[in-house]
């Protein structure tokens, strides 16, 4: 089974990378005996979205499914975990709300994505009904501010937003600080390893040869529709994992992080990551995220304008994607190859199509 | 005995009637080529049967089974296996990687492997097993995607003109290995414009005129039929 943590979908094998990747995951664990509470926090708040990028790379990048709903289902799992956590009385019983708002978030994605792809909605027109009804969320909640609006004892709060859930709780431990990240390590590192092994499974093998040829696909007799449902289920579903953990840890929520700026920052991450890679997607984003919270202490104006210039840089320049070109570069300088060989042109290539 | 029959099957899009109350039947262990002129309907029949097109009448049955409602894949887990008429392989994928999305659901581990090199070698695309699938030659993909019907081991073989644009000699090694696939029991279908390629490998021959079954029988007879010749042979080609 560890033999698909390599494969022909994933950028990085051999000693040297894994060699890397234990340095940086024993970095990350060190991080918080060096760095001050604060600063901790703030990491923690980052890895946060990175389950949203990394779930609309699968979609995007290796089901060629661009869907520009990954804050609906961030919405859906961030209220969810808000309402179970209050109508739940707080605890322990907030691990099951963390649970249970994920697989909302994956129920909707199911019932959302089973219209639409069974439908025939492909391309452009998949973006435009996720981005729509990411909008009719964002709105619907925005309207909710009276005091009617509630399902239990949580009130919904409209522009105001949700508040007065506990955050994930064991027993009477408030993970909270230190503790979110590592959970928050914990489970990117989870994600990401299993993400990898997905993708280079036979079933990631179907997922992107639906990308390139979708009729090629179905004629070696795979319902395609069910490997684009799965996709879509999985990668909202961890939009939904990033909504219900940032309502942990902030204990509020708003429709504002649902909205249109809001849904437009995981395709910008992803586009200037490097869709088609789940390695370049992670780091990309973490840095990104990092550059945008930076910017924002001094001007959150500035930091859209630097992200729309970032989109439109990406687009012009490196359509696939910044860090990914970067991590061939240093691939290629690493192995002695020159660029133009055959070899990477394939692994350029395979791991990236310009038509989707 | 009959493994396709395509019963009473026309197909009109909007008022213009592509096939038009076909009756067809393949038997198990023949190489039958469709054949005819420029818009006869051949391709649209092809697409009746692979499951692209529902019918606007008739029905379709698949070693008795009716399959007129499914969906191509089903088909293809019935025992059918597509090639289509334009090179429809995974262009940004390495070429291995096409013959194994299509050999992965019937073998794994090192069986698949050895697979996957022997088609690899019959087609002539092992020294080409890491280039992406859309770097190689036209006939090279034709080859690709016949390897990759072929590695389903279905029953029966629909290939919709597998030689467009290979050279003679790339057409013949098509057509000799298309003979030795029937040889192991397998069925074809073909679709073909190339009288070379059908002389080479026909048992029977459906010929398609306007939507509608113009001749039928070996290729013999259909070779020395004049009609046929006239509408679509040639009569120079006929002799």
């Known amino acids: 089974m560890f033999k698909l943590l390599e494969g022909p979908q994933t950028l990085g094998r051999g000693r040297m990378f894994w060699a890397c990747f234990l340095v940086v995951l024993a970095g990350a664990l060190a991080y918080p005996l060096f760095a001050d509470s604060y600063d901790v926090g703030n990491f923690a708040y980052f890895l946060i979205w990175i389950f949203m990028a990394l779930g609309l790379c699968l979609m995007w990048g290796y089901g060629g499914m661009l869907s520009f709903g990954q804050t609906l289902f961030f919405g859906i799992a961030g209220y969810g975990y808000g309402v179970l956590a209050i109508n739940m009385g707080g605890g ?265 | 005995m009959a493994l396709v029959e395509v019963k009473g099957v026309s197909k009109r899009f909007g008022g213009l009637t592509a096939v038009s109350g076909v009756d067809l039947t393949v038997n198990a262990g023949e190489i039958h080529c469709l054949i005819g002129p420029n818009g006869a309907g051949k391709s649209t029949l092809f697409k009746l049967i692979v499951g692209l097109y529902p019918p606007t009448e008739g029905s379709i049955l698949f070693d008795t089974v009716d399959i007129t409602k499914e969906r191509p894949y089903a088909r293809v887990q019935r025992g059918m296996s597509i090639k289509m008429q334009a090179p429809s392989v995974f262009k940004e994928l390495p070429v291995r990687q096409n013959i194994q999305t299509a050999l992965q659901e019937r073998l794994s581990g090192a069986e698949r492997i050895a697979e996957e090199d022997r088609l690899l070698t019959l087609f002539n695309l092992a020294p080409d097993s890491d280039k992406l699938a859309g770097a190689l030659s036209h006939g090279q993909q034709q080859w690709l995607e016949i390897g990759m019907a072929l590695a389903l081991k279905p029953q029966l073989l629909l290939l919709d003109e597998p030689t467009a644009g290979m050279s003679p000699e790339e057409t013949f090694k098509t057509g000799e290995l298309i003979k030795s696939f029937n040889a192991e029991g397998m069925t074809v279908l073909v679709v073909e414009h190339d009288m070379a390629f059908v002389r080479q490998v026909a048992q029977r021959v459906t010929v398609l005129h306007l939507g509608k079954i113009f001749a039928r029988g070996d290729l013999e007879s259909i070779l020395q039929d004049e009609k046929v010749a006239e509408i679509y042979l040639g009569k120079t080609h006929a002799h």
């Not at chain 1, 859930?165 to 590192?189: C, H, K, N, Q």
């Not at chain 1, 070696?220 to 840890?249: E, H, M, N, P």
């Not at chain 1, 910017?295 to 359509?319: C, D, E, R």
């Open chain 1, 92 to 356: 322990t019983a907030t691990i099951a709300a963390l649970v249970l708002s994920v697989v909302l978030a994956m129920m909707a994605a199911g019932i959302l994505g089973y219209f639409m792809i069974w439908g025939g909605i492909n391309g452009i027109f998949f973006g435009i009904v996720t981005l729509s009804a990411t909008l009719v969320l964002a709105f619907f909640l925005g309207q909710t501010a009276g005091p009617e609006w509630h399902i239990g004892p949580a009130r919904l709060n409209g522009f105001n937003g949700m508040k007065g859930m506990d955050p994930l709780t064991v027993g009477d431990f408030y993970i909270e600080g230190s503790a979110l990240y590592y959970v928050m390590v914990a489970l990117i590192v989870i994600v990401y390893l299993a993400l990898r092994m997905l993708v280079n499974s036979g079933i990631g093998n179907v997922i992107v040869a639906t990308r390139e040829n979708p009729q090629r696909a179905e004629m070696l007799g795979y319902d395609v529709r069910k490997y684009q449902l799965l996709t879509f289920v999985i990668g909202s579903g961890l939009a939904g994992l990033s909504g219900a953990l940032y309502t942990s840890w902030g204990q509020f929520i708003t429709p504002s992080s649902i909205g249109l700026p809001a849904a437009a920052m995981p395709i910008v991450w992803v586009a200037f990551s490097g869709r088609s890679d789940l390695t370049a997607t992670l780091i990309g984003s973490f840095l990104l995220l990092f550059g945008f919270q930076t910017i924002t202490v001094y001007s959150q104006q500035a930091a859209l304008v630097l992200m729309g210039a970032l989109l439109l840089a990406t687009v012009m320049l490196a359509p696939q994607g910044f860090v990914l070109g970067i991590g061939k570069l240093v691939a290629d300088w690493l192995r002695g190859r020159r660029r133009g060989d055959g070899d990477v042109v394939a692994e350029a290539g395979r791991l990236q199509s310009e038509e989707s």
